[in-house]
């Protein structure tokens, strides 16, 4: 990565450091106008299986004009606070599915795009016709669409939970569970929630390495979603000892700065490489 790109990523304004009220009036009066003014821009994280990039994952940044590169954790509670999340939300789907579905048009045989969404986007009002809309303008096949939704949603109200997975089912979306482990969902639901994938969280694979206890739990984890016909994604993997003990416990699929850290769009088709040709294996 080139010097810039780190600095990017490691030089993120964060108004939650700064703790002050008139810096987030600041940013909020921002928020309103930022969708308008196309300042949101979708990065792509590269999933991994076996060396190959089989999908990537959309993830939010906001290129503020005087702040730079502002990341999701810092503005995305306020857009929920204040109602944009939803006007960001479908602006996210809308794009991540339209900037995948070009790239399957330029021939990349890709599996899926993740999408990120919120507790209140997901029990908005018509939130499934919302996607569906999503979908038809952008062109894309409903299987290529994963929803990433987070326990938390899943608690929040089951039944509507269960409902709405069902009839995002019968449009062919797939689900995963993001954070997966670091929520209150019990394993009593689980069983029963129409689901096509967890997610493992970051903090997991990061404790596997203080020890054997940490990287049991792990496995656990990866055998309990297998019996239960789930596939399974390793979030957060940063180095090679870590994909090493997750291939041995049997987790296919990886994501992580080993593999990739979120990158702009042309940078995501950079790492692709030629339609056809085998991306450059992605082993850090
Ligand atoms: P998430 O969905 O769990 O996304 C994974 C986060 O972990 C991303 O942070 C990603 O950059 C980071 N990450 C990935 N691999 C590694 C790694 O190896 N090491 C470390 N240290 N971090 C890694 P990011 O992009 O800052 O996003 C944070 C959260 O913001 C996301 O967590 C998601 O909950 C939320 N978010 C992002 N985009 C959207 C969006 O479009 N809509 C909504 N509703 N939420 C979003
Ligand atoms: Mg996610
Ligand atoms: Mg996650
Ligand atoms: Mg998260």
Redesign the pocket.
């Known amino acids: 990565y080139s010097a810039k790109k780190q600095r990017n990523h490691y030089e993120f304004f964060r108004p939650s450091d700064a703790a002050d009220s008139a810096e987030r009036l600041f940013l909020e009066s921002d928020l309103t106008a930022a969708l308008g003014r196309g300042e949101f821009e979708?990065?792509y994280?590269p999933q991994i299986r076996h060396g190959s990039i089989i999908g990537f994952?959309?993830?939010?940044?906001w290129n503020h004009p005087t702040r730079g590169l502002i990341?999701?954790?810092s503005f995305?509670p306020l857009a929920e606070q204040r109602g944009h999340?939803l006007g960001?939300?479908n602006w996210?789907l809308v794009t991540?599915c339209r900037q995948f579905r070009d790239m399957l048009e330029q021939g990349h045989t890709l599996e899926h795009i993740a999408?990120?969404?919120?507790v209140s986007?997901f029990y908005q009002l018509h939130f499934v016709r919302n996607i569906h809309n999503a979908l038809i303008e952008s062109g894309l096949e409903p299987h290529y669409l994963q929803l990433?939704i987070?326990e938390s949603a899943a608690m929040k109200n089951v039944p509507y939970f269960i409902d709405t997975l069902n009839e995002l089912h019968k449009l062919g979306i797939k689900i995963a569970i993001?954070?997966f482990g670091t929520g209150y969902s019990s394993f009593n639901y689980l069983s029963q929630f129409p689901l096509d994938a967890l997610?493992i969280?970051?903090s997991f694979i990061w404790n596997m390495d203080k020890g054997d206890k940490h990287v049991s739990v792990v496995g656990g984890i990866i055998l309990m979603a297998s019996a239960l016909q789930l596939d399974v994604v390793a979030?957060?993997?940063?180095t090679q000892e870590q994909a090493q003990l997750l291939e041995e416990l049997g987790c296919t699929v990886a994501?992580?700065?080993?593999y990739g850290?979120?990158l702009p769009l042309r940078e995501a088709y950079a790492l692709l490489g030629e339609p056809g040709q085998h991306a450059a294996a992605l082993t850090g």
Do not use: F
Not at 255 to 258: E, R, S
């Open positions: 979708l990065y994280q994952e959309a993830l939010l940044r990341p999701p954790a995305i999340i960001i939300g996210v991540a999408v990120n969404i919120s986007q990433e987070t993001d954070d997610k969280d970051r979030e957060g993997v940063e994501q992580g700065y080993l850290r979120p």
